[in-house]
């Protein structure tokens, strides 16, 4: 396993990732959780004693279930999108009394948010590609998996569009699909996206009693997995030849942010895995001769509270008062073209490299449906159906343990004393947002606001 970073006491907020680090484990109960002298907890990779574990590949077609965001198609779309964030308890908790408030301050935040949602959708387009690509994505991931020898199918599930969760589960359901691997594609995991699906996925089980007999293990991250690294690296490489001077390019790569409580106080282990992600991404790119210089921030802050810094346009604006003047740009977080790439990068931080006098811009593209990065996804597939039934992961590197929804879901619920409080009235530290760049402007002064208009 890797260096774990969840912690059932106060004592540790958060532990960096440290190359080379590993930690001895003991069973703790009969639940496959685990815990270390410092008190923090993992899934026990049992492999030899789960029962559930299979690795026959006779034993019916492999289902798997490509996990995303959603994105409206349609500027007539936006508003019901925003609607579905909205009124996920994840994203907006109400105080007790005041949650059955939650559909009418959706409605008034949706309503009050969509006039400039659909401004930027209109700039790139009229709608979100998010489905068209991701469904290639699955396409090419199931061809994959054929060319591997693995007959399956994959579905695709997004958490507040269409194609829902939900109707995903009832395909699978009548395609009689009795194991399941689970893929979020999101490279590092992060209880505000990742998390989010997975929880509503455990809602889902508990609640279908049709759903008892399938079998299914989760790849709750896999930004270290090598052709996904090597497939980053492939596109940077391309872009920076572009440039007229290669070697002078500050390799720039913009992260998603997320408020800090939620590393801190909720032990979300997304800053360690982003971190560990670019020193891999590097690493990569050092063995390959590239000596550029590197640069990681976070971008799409909203509202009062901190985020994960540095943030991008201070980032930007810093290295250009340094007197750098190229710049590449590499979405980290990001396999999907969106409007966080198309929009948010691609126009608005632009514009702010511009006018800090940055006078070459590059963007490295999303990975899409990239045959290198598309081929590694199977090999995961393929390297988690041992573990489907059982819990554990056999990955060396993952800072997040695999397994069953319901362990992984519960090991996060159990790593605080307190949960993190999403939305509350007023001016709060706790207050957060959910990571999508649409998604994470629900913060506690904005719907206060919104309410009371």
Not at 18 to 29: D, I, K, L, N
Not at 91 to 105: S, T, V
Not at 297 to 317: C, F, H, K, M
Request: hydrophobic share 35%; glycine share 8%; with cysteine.
């Amino acid at each position: 396993m890797g260096t774990p970073i969840l912690s059932r006491t106060r004592t540790h907020l958060r532990v960096p990732y440290t190359p080379g680090t590993r930690r001895f484990w003991t069973r703790s109960g009969s639940h496959g959780l685990q815990r270390d002298t410092q008190g923090h907890v993992s899934i026990y990779p049992d492999v030899g004693n789960s029962p559930g574990l299979s690795s026959d590949s006779s034993d019916g077609k492999l289902g798997v279930l490509m996990l995303n965001l959603g994105g409206p198609e349609t500027l007539d779309d936006v508003e019901p999108f925003l609607y579905n964030l909205f009124a996920d308890p994840d994203i907006i908790r109400l105080p007790g009394p005041l949650r059955k408030l939650q559909p009418f301050l959706a409605s008034l935040l949706s309503r009050s948010r969509a006039p400039k949602s659909k401004e930027a959708y209109n700039s790139i387009g009229g709608g979100s590609p998010l489905r068209k690509i991701t469904e290639e994505q699955a396409a090419a991931l199931e061809q994959a998996l054929k060319d591997k020898g693995q007959d399956s199918k994959v579905y695709v599930a997004m958490r507040y569009w269409k194609p829902f969760t939900e109707e995903s589960i009832e395909q699978i359901k009548e395609d009689g699909i009795k194991k399941l691997v689970i893929l979020p594609l999101y490279p590092q995991f992060s209880i505000s996206t990742s998390g989010s699906s997975l929880r509503l996925l455990a809602e889902i089980f508990r609640k279908d009693k049709d759903l008892s007999d399938l079998q299914h293990t989760v790849i709750p991250s896999w930004y270290q997995r090598p052709g996904y690294v090597a497939a980053m690296c492939d596109l940077i490489e391309a872009e920076l030849s572009k440039f007229e001077d290669p070697k002078k390019a500050e390799i720039f790569f913009s992260a998603h942010g997320v408020p800090k409580s939620y590393v801190e106080e909720a032990f979300d282990p997304y800053q360690d895995e982003m971190e560990h992600c670019v020193q891999l991404i590097m690493k990569e790119l050092r063995r390959r001769g590239v000596e550029n210089h590197e640069t990681l921030a976070y971008q799409s802050r909203v509202g009062p509270v901190e985020w994960l810094q540095p943030y991008t346009e201070d980032a930007i604006n810093e290295l250009a008062e340094k007197g750098v003047n190229d710049l590449l740009v590499v979405p980290i977080s990001f396999v999907n073209e969106h409007i966080e790439t198309l929009e948010e990068i691609d126009m608005e931080y632009r514009e702010v490299a511009e006018e800090a006098g940055i006078k070459n811009w590059g963007r490295v593209p999303a990975l899409n449906s990239n045959p290198r990065f598309i081929n590694d996804l199977a090999t995961a597939v393929l390297d988690a159906k041992p573990y489907i039934g059982g819990i554990g992961t056999n990955d060396a590197e993952s800072l997040v343990p695999g397994g069953d929804v319901e362990d992984l879901i519960s090991l996060y619920d159990n790593s605080s004393e307190q949960p993190i409080v999403a939305w509350e009235w007023g001016w709060n530290r706790n207050a957060e947002t959910i990571n999508g760049r649409i998604a994470m402007i629900a913060l506690a002064a904005l719907g206060a606001l919104d309410f009371l208009m």
